[in-house]
């Protein structure tokens, strides 16, 4: 049962590459998978815990699966992900074997959420930046694959990292599973653990480990750079987390990730001012979203906030991406109203305007930073959600206040799966309190 | 185990110092031997025993047989990737008519 929200995808993918040429019935099957890997994970959150032995090999020895609150909360994140997402390639032309790639991006996600290995997380890595290889190089012009090269060469890097951080750690604590690991972990082995530290930075886009984003995001299709920004990065961040809290504290670990964080939130913005392209200038504000979590987490650990921030980050940026898509498609002006209000909602969620959704979350999680005095990291939070209101109204005034240029049409489908997320996004601020209970009680089982 | 230890520096100072290179093929290069000091690395880290982990009674002589399967996963893997980065690199310098990475981004 556990293993399903990783077997599934893989399965039906492999079926997809048997038969190509039938796009109608990959994009429904898609579409159930989707589906299925999303109830899958909601069905895990009634249980506290759910654990697979694979194969029958016993902790410590084996692969041991661990659906917990927080990895069923991302595994059925990834389902609403997949859903939106197969929505939204209807109403657009994608290359051949799109739907197989993006549903193995989907299994190994889940793979990197349930897995308490830390090898066969590297395993789930790997699975996750093939498919996300593939994905970008077959979607980018021909001009375009200097930002598939960058992604392709960093992300290779952090691999190694990893790799040899793994190895290294095996060969002095001789455990694989993370909480094997945390018991035998002595000081000597803090150098293996800075190294996968430093890969899973390198992964969810850390300054200054982020160059491989702002280079590729927007060379790839709407649909595609719209699940890369709800995915890859917050593998790194889910992975860091887990991993740095279940090991002992590690507070000059802590303490780098903070000062990361700070100055991520700071170059993301800056960044972004300076970008023409759409796409481009989010992706520089995922850099600076993603330096804010981390700074929440590395000044009070893994709370309710930061969890509840993890969640509202992935539908809004993902629904940001996708209105962006919309919006680059059909020239500078947008005159669905529907489109408009999304991305107000959207763009006021990210900057933390009461009451959407932002606004809970960073409430909390800034109040944690000031509680744990890094004063000027919480100074610079506050004036990076300012930044991200500037920068929001920027992209209003240039692309909705824009000239009208000829009729537009914009796929219906495309419409419902921004609509999608918009309820999701609405939803997590009017019941923000039921969904921080949630959160709590998601990280205290 | 010295010996073992210094090819893994060499390896990776050699891999780090290809991928600084301007050429797309020395990235390649530059990732295979990477990946390769990786591995030599886990295998390092395993200690270096010459008894094979077979049989029904072990002591500390005998090779740890984890490792060894770490390395198996990581060389196939490495060869998938070895294999999509060649066809990047082809397609992309076919596109761009030169083996210069920063003829990439010129647009």
Known sequence: MIALPIILPFMVAAIFLIFPECQRLQKSLAFITSLVIYALGLSFLSDSKTVLEVGGWEWPFGIVLVADGFSSVMVSLVGLVGIVATLYSYGEELRDRHYPLSLILLGSVNGAFLTTDLFNLYVWFEVMLMASFVLLSTNVSKDGFGGAFKYVLLNLVSSFMFLSGVGLLYGSVGALNFSHIASRLGSEDLLSVYLIAAAFMIKSALVPFYFWLPASYHRASATVSALFAALLTKVGIYSLIRVLSVFPEIPELLFAIGVFATISMLVGIIGAFGQVNLRRLLAFDVVSQVGFVLLGFSTGGLSSAVVFYLIHMIVVEMNLFLIAGVIEKRGNFIGSGIIGFSFIVSACALAGVPPFSGFFGKFLIIAEIFENSWVLSGVLALIMGLGTLVLMARIWDIYFWGEKKGEIVISSWQIISVIILTIVTLSLSIFSAQVLELCQWVIDV | ?107
């Open chain 2, 1 to 107: 185990m010295l010996i073992v230890s210094l090819s893994v520096g060499v390896l990776f100072s050699s891999g780090v110092y290809l991928l600084l290179q301007k050429s797309l093929l020395r990235t390649l290069l530059g990732i295979l031997l990477l990946g390769n000091g990786a591995n030599l690395l886990i295998f390092v880290s395993g200690g270096l025993k010459t008894k094979a982990p077979f049989g029904k009674v072990f002591d500390q002589s005998f090779a740890d047989p984890v490792p060894q399967a770490l390395i198996l996963t990581a060389i196939v893997i490495g060869l998938g990737i070895a294999a999509f980065f060649l066809v990047l690199i082809l397609r992309a310098s076919s596109s761009t008519g030169s083996d210069d990475v920063a003829e990439l981004d010129r647009e």
